[in-house]
């Protein structure tokens, strides 16, 4: 069954670093989307990606977070400059078209830790 | 932001006994999805509510859609130590916004 990869799937970095956390979406999917989960927390969404561009993005997703898809198979999030606060496991998803009733499929996320 | 509440935050049961939680919204829904999150794990799609009144059934899991359609429940009966996770809600306004989840404990 086709899935969702994510690498690395973990990553200590120091304050002020950047990061990029990088996934494969699933091989004929459209849509993609970046996510974060704050231990213990609920799932928050980040961003949307379309046609290699934003589509919607969180308030969370500020100046210092990037997406790109810099080949037709990878799909990357970017932190510039890495806070404290940063600290989350980060999941990936894609699904295959804009409809609702299309799932998201997520992938087994990257567990990022800023010192 | 658009919100959606879920209750209980956490639920502890025996091995046998149901449950469930209950997602409210103060906005008309679309559709609504539901996820299970194992410890440790990543969330994984349950099914999609979209019609008013929509009951859907896996197993021993009993999803429903309100209504109108501002409030959803997932119920398991005879819960099994294998139920063990965090079940999340979720809707979608072009973003998707999960529930806080409610955390499942069963003990065997």
């Known amino acids: 069954e086709p899935e969702v990869t994510q690498t690395p799937s973990h990553q200590v970095t120091q304050m002020g670093q950047e990061v990029i956390l990088r996934c494969v979406p699933i091989s004929n999917h459209l849509y993609f989307y970046w996510y974060r989960q704050i231990l213990g927390q609920k799932v928050e969404f980040l961003v949307s990606?379309?046609?290699?561009?934003?589509?919607?993005k969180s308030e969370i997703f500020d100046d210092q977070f990037s997406v790109e898809r810099p080949d037709g198979s990878n799909f990357t999030l970017k932190i510039r400059s890495t806070k404290l606060e940063d600290s989350a496991m980060y999941f990936c998803?894609?699904?295959?078209?804009?409809?609702?009733?299309?799932?998201?499929?997520f992938g087994p996320g990257t567990r990022l830790l800023v010192l | 932001g658009q919100q959606v509440m879920q209750i209980p935050q956490y639920q502890h049961v025996q091995e046998g006994e149901d449950f469930t939680t209950y997602c409210n919204s103060s906005t008309t829904l679309s559709n609504i999805q539901w996820y299970k999150q194992r410890p440790g794990g990543h969330p994984v799609f349950l099914i999609q509510l979209v019609k008013s009144g929509e009951v859907k059934k896996q197993k021993r899991l009993t999803f429903q859609f309100g209504e109108a359609k501002k409030n959803s429940s997932l119920h398991i009966t005879a819960t099994q130590t294998t139920d063990v996770g965090t079940y999340f809600c979720a809707v979608n306004f072009n973003k998707f916004y999960f529930g806080s989840g409610t955390k499942l404990n069963v003990k065997p």
């Open positions: 998803a894609s699904k295959g078209t804009r409809f609702f009733q299309e799932t998201q499929y």
């Open positions: 990606f379309y046609n290699n561009e934003i589509s919607e």
